[in-house]
């Protein structure tokens, strides 16, 4: 059920300023924006804390966290997507675009079986009984070193809510491992393998990359189109990779690993994702460029929360405070991500937009969640 409250006095997150005033929600939608501190009765004081839209991720792998929250450990499916969705709820997240991932090796030492098509068909059938408290949209990570892409993106449709299809090359040598000793920290700290197991599974790799790289990257443009999906490339690394990303109709560009890569993708229109656990920590755990130096640069568009949820207003707000300008760090949550995948019902607070809300105070300069509402409905 949808409520009518108004939000007054607040400090409301505009898309270009930040203003004191109210926010009045009818029916889920934004019925009224007022400027002035005035809190009439009935309406719900904020103390001169902030308003803002609902945060908008595009790229998280919480889902596959919960739901093999140990190697080998295979969680139930729907208490898991509920967990999921509670705890992105709870982080001020209103509309995700879950990672799953596309294309997979039955094969070998370092084996992985395929899990998408029934994942996103569980996560449907609790949407269809009403069962979310967030707006789920599909981000289909496309594994071109792999042996079943192609079969594995067949399995969905335009039905399938697919936002986002990005185009993932892991082959070792190259974009996030071009430094090789960081994989191999990686598969030997996570699947324990030995120095000769782990040789063989770069062999393995690369033998999957020459063998298949080029068709999956065109069988997965072409399903993204299928799908009415955006495209997103992922890790480029050089100039040339994003030229070749360009040429595909990519919209996006996904953690880019150098300056080289921002730059080029800035110049040819490319929107620049990186990763707000980048951003607070002050680098890349992969050795690659740091967010907080794009962010310096005018290169990063659109923050995305990868593998901590709460990392996302978090690392907005500090983009805020860096900038100077604190509507400016929150539209790298929500007003350029809506824009980047193409929802224009939500990403700002405006008459007519989906109430997609949150209320936040900030303590020791971080923020805390005071209330989360999901289309108007009080979720967290």
Known sequence: MTETFCLANARVIL????????????????????EGDQVDPGAIDCG????????????????????????????????????????????????????????????????????????????????????????????????????????????????????????????????????????ADYMKGKHALSDAEFEAHVAQLKGLRDANGDRHEAAAVREAARYGAVLASHDDTTEAQVETSKGYGVAMAEFPTTVEAAEASHARGIAVIMGAPNLIRGGSHSGNVAAGDLAEAGLLDVLSS????????????????????????????????????????RGEIAPGKRADLIRFDLRGGAPALRAVWSWGTRVA
């Not at 109210?22 to 009224?32: K, N």
């Not at 936002?163 to 960081?182: A, E, W």
Request: include cysteine; glycine fraction near 10%.
């Open 15 to 34: 898309r270009d300023r930040v203003m004191t005033g109210r926010v009045t929600v009818e029916g889920g939608v934004i019925a009224g924006i007022e």
């Open 48 to 183: 001169a804390g902030f308003v803002a839209p609902g945060l908008i991720e595009l790229h998280t792998d919480n889902l596959e966290r919960h739901i093999q929250p140990r190697p080998k450990v295979d969680w139930p499916h729907n208490a898991a997507i509920l967990a999921h969705d509670a705890e992105l709820a709870s982080t001020g997240i209103t509309t995700v675009f879950d990672a799953m991932r596309v294309g997979s090796i039955p094969t070998g030492r370092g084996r992985y079986l395929a899990y998408a098509r029934g994942l996103a068909s569980e996560l449907w059938a609790l949407r269809e009984e009403d069962a979310l408290k967030i707006s789920h949209f599909l981000h289909l990570r496309a594994e071109v070193c792999s042996e079943t892409l192609e079969e594995e993106m067949a399995e969905f449709g335009p039905e399938d809510r697919v936002g986002i299809v990005s185009l993932m090359d892991h082959t070792p040598g190259q974009r996030q491992f071009r430094d090789v000793t960081k994989l």
């Open 306 to 345: 990868d593998y901590v949820p709460s990392a996302l207003l978090l690392a907005a707000v500090k983009l805020g405070q860096d900038w100077g300008c604190m509507a400016r760090g929150l539209a790298t949550v929500t007003a350029a991500p809506a824009k980047a995948v193409g929802l224009q019902d």
